[in-house]
């Protein structure tokens, strides 16, 4: 596989930081992704649909009604999958108005801690260096006043973050499946389960511009609260909530 030079010190990184977060009871650490866009329609799909009677699929998938962005959250807590569908395209603002959302709906569960863990990989929405993504991630931490832990998995391998494994398990579960409404592909991913459990599945109708960037005098006001490790300051960064 494609290695970089600290690809062995940031998977070390990631099994410190992890094996940290999950000894600690005032620590919470999620697993965060977004799967490839999945194209409604009456498209066909690779695998066997579970119908007694195989139907058809358009010829040619070149027309589609909407385009569904995926995005997961895995609590590695108790195993819980939250998969929210957006309908436009994978943003910063989308990711981190996704997690606020996640957060109001179990905060109730988690009164005792004062950090999260996210392992994630440097995606386009996701890099260190998206200023839209600082931003978006001081306010939240803020917003919470939780510190946030980002601990990216290393480049090329970003198959061993775990929340990977809940998409192979969602794309083998509706394999050859005719996803031709929004309404079916939820329903679709609802049904799936992940280690017993069935995700808590939400449909994100925000339209989200591409492109937001943040002007280097207003970044100033939010990198005091962006600490980089000194040794990983690409794959290892605080967020501090003040």
């Not at 600082?134 to 939240?140: A, G, N, Q, T």
């Not at 929340?163 to 192979?168: F, P, S």
Request: charged content about 25%.
């Amino acid at each position: 596989m494609r290695k970089i030079p600290q690809t062995d010190a940031i998977f070390e990184n990631v099994f410190r930081q992890n094996q940290a977060s999950d000894t600690n009871p005032r620590s919470l650490r999620l697993s965060i992704d977004t799967k490839a866009k999945v194209k409604i329609g009456n498209l066909s799909r690779n695998g066997k649909d579970r119908v007694l009677e195989a139907r058809l699929a358009d010829d040619h998938d070149t027309e589609w009604q909407a385009v569904l962005v995926p995005f997961g959250i895995l609590n590695t807590d108790n195993d819980q999958l939250s998969i929210y569908f957006g309908q436009s395209v994978e943003t910063s603002d989308f990711i981190a108005d996704c997690l606020m959302a996640w957060w109001l709906e179990h905060q109730s569960e988690y009164r005792q801690i004062d950090e999260w863990v996210i392992d994630l990989d440097g995606g386009a929405a996701t890099r260190s260096d998206r200023t839209q993504f600082i931003k978006r991630m001081v306010e939240l931490s803020q917003s919470i006043g939780l510190s946030i832990r980002l601990i990216y998995y290393p480049p090329y391998h970003s198959k061993y973050n775990p929340i990977e494994r809940c998409w192979a398990a969602l794309e083998n579960y509706w394999n050859g499946a005719i996803l031709n409404s929004v309404q079916a592909a939820i329903e679709w991913a609802k049904h799936m389960s992940w280690k017993g459990i069935a995700p808590i599945v939400h449909h994100i109708d925000t339209l989200y511009p591409k492109g937001v960037t943040v002007l280097p005098e207003e970044l100033k006001s939010y990198l005091p609260s962006w600490l980089r490790s000194e040794t990983l300051p690409k794959w290892n960064v605080t967020v501090l909530p003040d």
